[in-house]
T-cell receptor, first 113, second 114 residues
Framework: DQQVKQNSPSLSVQEGRISILNCDYT??????FLWYKKYPAEGPTFLIS?????DKNEDGRFTVFLNKSAKHLSLHIVPSQPGDSAVYFC????????????FGPGTRLSVLP | KAGVTQTPRYLIKTRGQQVTLSCSPI?????VSWYQQTPGQGLQFLFE???????NKGNFPGRFSGRQFSNSRSEMNVSTLELGDSALYLC?????????????FGPGTRLTVL
């Protein structure tokens, strides 16, 4: 049973437009969420995080929104650039989990020039 | 600062053999976590070591084991390899003091079991 779901395996967006990547979770104990980006032949790279005391966190072109009642978070990339083409993973953790982050299966984003 | 390094980068083994993978964390980081990545499954948490002690463990069989040395370097061992163990094994390090620390990943070791 997947505790963290990313229901879109892939997403294509035109350069300059907004990319929205979605993530749903089932464990109500999760209170800290992260997004990672992964290029082929490299390890995942941390992008942005959000804790459950917030509903939004911004970092440059990246914004993460958290809807705790719906157990849903989304990553917005504005404007999208070709270099953003990668696999994006959503991850969640809870107090007491330590560094045991539960990852979603990933969404492959393609930004078309 | 040097990043997380993993050796070897690629490995081919046959069923029944055992394998040892190595991870050197970022200098000063005391927590090392291991993940298995297979197509469509995302990253599955194997275990985390902090100050030479296993602090967390995922749902993997006992064939998967690990250890951490006093210099924080970590090794992961898989015994009696099965075809399904073919995957990318990722190591991540973090300072490790609190509950939520950003993890820095290495490039991974691609294991193929024939």
């Amino acid at each position: 049973d997947q505790q963290v779901k990313q229901n879109s395996p892939s997403l294509s967006v035109q350069e300059g437009r907004i990319s929205i990547l979605n993530c749903d979770y089932t464990n109500s104990m999760f209170d800290y969420f992260l997004w990672y980006k992964k290029y082929p032949a490299e390890g995942p790279t941390f992008l942005i995080s959000i804790s459950s005391i917030k509903d939004k966190n911004e970092d440059g072109r990246f914004t993460v929104f958290l809807n705790k009642s719906a157990k849903h978070l989304s990553l917005h990339i504005v404007p999208s650039q070709p270099g953003d083409s990668a696999v994006y993973f959503c991850a969640a953790s809870a107090e007491g989990y330590g560094q045991n982050f539960v990852f979603g299966p990933g969404t492959r984003l393609s930004v078309l020039p | 600062k040097a990043g997380v390094t993993q050796t070897p980068r690629y490995l081919i083994k046959t069923r029944g053999q055992q394998v040892t993978l190595s991870c050197s964390p970022i200098s000063g980081h005391r927590s090392v976590s291991w993940y298995q990545q297979t197509p469509g499954q995302g990253l599955q948490f194997l275990f985390e070591y902090f100050s030479e002690t296993q602090r967390n463990k995922g749902n993997f069989p006992g064939r998967f084991s690990g250890r951490q040395f006093s210099n924080s370097r970590s090794e992961m061992n898989v015994s009696t390899l099965e075809l399904g163990d073919s995957a990318l094994y990722l190591c991540a390090s973090s300072p490790g003091g609190g509950s939520y620390n950003e993890q820095f990943f290495g490039p991974g070791t691609r294991l193929t079991v024939l």
